[in-house]
């Protein structure tokens, strides 16, 4: 099989395959066709493609037939079970020998660095991807992905890539560090997202609407920027340093959250979980800390 860049010269058309046709595939496979792109789509249950189809999509027939049209096979299912289930047939595996696959899927590091093993055992050139932003930025500049995997595999493809917009940040060899990052961004996120819900049932239970309370959500969650990056320092040297925002300050302020949301039937098992480790923290001797130290504490093994 020669490279990507060879075959784009030979056709004078880059070419790729978009595996699994859910929001975000079908996002991913417009912005390769939007680009001019010659775009191969195949999902699981057929049907999905029929818009990709009308904008110049060419509908594979199975996952076999999908992956020997392009070099360059992108996936982007629920997670790597799926992935597994489509690429990990005997039929599927041959035809991507000698090509590359770029698995946009998400899930943990190590699902990542065990597909890679895989890859390598059958001669798939493989990089390991996240897509860090939602269906409607991609393909505009506030897309961000992702990439980890061999440097001169990424900057091989990163021509088509580049089609889907916004940023690419490649991560380094280690094939399961762009799953690395999605995962600690995730739990940021998830949390966060569930602190909001969590709020809006307290607030709705004190008669405050969600529209009303947005506008201070707004401002809170613009404190969280600064904090990342003031605190990044403080978590590398292992200072923890609490001279602004002791520990002590924040379990009181959280147990103020859980006494109002318990007083209104609404279970508070997350800020619960997050006082517990503020009073462990304290209870080991470091009340005068910042939060920061709960990294610690977290890590220990
Ligand atoms: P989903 O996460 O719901 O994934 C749907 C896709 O997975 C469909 O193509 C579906 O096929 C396929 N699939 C599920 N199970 C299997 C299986 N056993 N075998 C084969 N295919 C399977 O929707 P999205 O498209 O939104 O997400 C795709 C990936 O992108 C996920 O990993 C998600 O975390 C990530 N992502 C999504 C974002 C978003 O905003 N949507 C943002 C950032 C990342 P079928 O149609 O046959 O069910």
Redesign the pocket.
């Known amino acids: 099989m020669s490279s990507y860049a060879e075959q784009s010269a030979a056709t004078g058309t880059p070419a790729v395959t978009l595996i ?7 996002a991913l496979a417009a912005a390769f066709l939007a680009a001019g792109v010659r775009t191969t789509v195949w ?3 057929p049907g ?1 493609d029929t818009e990709l189809v009308e904008r110049g999509a060419i509908s594979a027939r199975t996952a076999e037939e999908a992956v020997a049209a392009s070099p360059l096979t992108v996936v ?4 790597y ?2 992935s597994d ?2 690429l990990r047939r005997d039929d599927v595996t041959a035809a991507l020998k000698g090509r590359t696959l770029v698995n ?4 943990t590091p190590e699902r990542a660095r065990d597909t890679g093993r895989w890859a390598a055992e059958h001669g798939i050139a493989y990089l390991d991807g ?6 409607l930025s991609i393909g505009t500049p506030e897309a961000v992905f992702l990439l980890s995997g061999p440097a001169d595999l990424y900057e091989r493809h990163r021509p088509v890539l580049d089609a889907l917009g916004g940023t690419r940040t490649h991560l380094g060899e280690d094939i399961g560090r762009a799953a690395a990052y999605d995962i600690a961004l995730l739990d940021i996120f998830w949390t966060a997202a569930t602190g909001y819900m969590h709020a809006l049932a307290l607030a709705k239970a004190e008669g405050i609407t969600a529209r009303e309370l947005a506008p201070f959500a707004q401002g809170i969650g613009a404190i969280l920027p600064s904090i990342f990056e003031e605190t990044a320092a403080d978590v590398d040297d292992g200072t923890f340093s609490g001279a602004d925002n002791p520990i002590t300050s924040a379990a009181s302020t959280m147990a103020h959250v859980i006494h109002a949301s318990e007083a209104h039937g609404i279970e508070a098992g997350v800020m619960r979980a997050a006082e517990g480790l503020a009073r462990r923290v304290i209870g080991e001797g470091h009340g005068a800390d910042g939060m920061t130290r709960m990294v610690e504490l977290l890590g220990r093994r």
């Open positions: 699994g046709l859910g929001p975000m595939g079908r999902n699981r249950t999905r982007c299912v629920v997670n079970d799926a289930a489509v946009l899927s998400a899930d996240a897509i860090m932003t939602p269906v």
